[in-house]
C-alpha cells in the first residue's frame, strides 16, 4: 500500500531535549516536505525536499532541521524545542519529474501531535 | 506565507443541503487543488484543476476557477453526515500554499 508514515504519533516532551520525528514514503516520489498546523493558521511549510540531499527552507524554518539521506527518509529534527513549536505536524510527498507545473497530488502522513512543555 | 485564503471559515449545513466554499489567492498558479481534512487526521487529495480549466466534476464535488479573479470555489453537493471536515485549497507552485481552511459541519 502506498503511503507515507510518521513516528512517533503523539509526543510530549520538555523544554530543551532534542527530539527527532520519523518520516518515510515507500512511493519513490522525489520530493518531499514538512508542514505544521496550528489553529486558524493552516499548513505552514516547514523544510522541504526536491532529492537526495537537496533540501530547502520552507516558510517557517526556526527552530527545525531537516536531512535527506535516502531517497525514503525525511526527518525533522528539533535541536532544542521550546514551547511554541507545541502543534500538529504532517509530512508529505509527490514525484517531482515535472517540477514546478507538477499536477501530482501530495500524499500526507498521519500527522505527529507535538507538545513542548 | 497563505497563499490560499478559504472563505467562510466555517460553515453548519443540513444534510442533503449543498456546502459551497471559496479561495482566494494572490500570484499566478499553474494548478489549484483541494483537500479534505478529517479531524486530526492527514490531508487528502480531492480534486485538481489546471489553470486553463474552468470547471472540474468529480462525484458530488464540483471546482470553478476564475483566473482573473484569481479565486475558485468548491461546491459539495447533497452533502451526508461524512462530508463534515475541513476543507483546504492549495496552490501549487514548487511547493503547496494553504490556506486556513473552510470548516464544515453537516448535521444529520
Known amino acids: ?117 | 506565507s497563505q497563499q490560499g485564503e478559504e472563505d467562510p471559515q466555517a460553515l453548519s449545513i443540513q444534510e442533503g443541503e449543498n456546502a459551497t466554499m471559496n479561495c482566494s489567492y494572490k500570484t499566478s498558479i499553474n494548478n489549484l487543488q483541494w483537500y479534505r481534512q478529517n479531524s486530526g487526521r492527514g490531508l487528502v487529495h480531492l480534486i485538481l484543476i489546471r489553470s486553463n480549466e474552468r470547471e472540474k466534476h468529480s462525484g458530488r464535488l464540483r471546482v470553478t476557477l476564475d483566473t482573473s479573479k484569481k479565486s475558485s470555489s468548491l461546491l459539495i453537493t447533497a452533502s451526508r453526515a461524512a462530508d463534515t471536515a475541513s476543507y483546504f485549497c492549495a496552490r501549487n507552485d514548487y511547493k503547496l500554499s494553504f490556506g486556513a481552511g473552510t470548516t464544515v459541519t453537516v448535521r444529520a
Open chain 1, 1 to 117: 500500500e502506498a503511503q507515507v508514515t510518521q513516528n512517533p504519533r503523539y509526543l510530549i516532551t520538555v523544554t530543551g531535549k532534542k527530539l527527532t520525528v520519523t518520516c518515510s514514503q515507500n512511493m519513490n516520489h522525489e520530493y518531499m516536505s514538512w508542514y505544521r498546523q496550528d489553529p486558524g493558521l493552516g499548513l505552514r511549510q516547514i523544510y522541504y525536499s526536491m532529492n537526495v540531499e537537496v533540501t530547502d527552507k520552507g516558510d517557517v524554518p526556526e527552530g527545525y532541521k531537516v536531512s535527506r539521506k535516502e531517497k525514503r527518509n525525511f526527518p525533522l529534527i528539533l535541536e532544542s524545542p521550546s514551547p511554541n513549536q507545541t502543534s500538529l505536524y504532517f509530512c508529505a510527498s509527490r514525484p517531482w519529474t515535472s517540477g514546478a507545473r507538477s499536477t501530482d497530488t501530495q500524499y500526507f502522513g498521519p500527522g505527529t501531535r507535538l507538545t513542548v512543555l
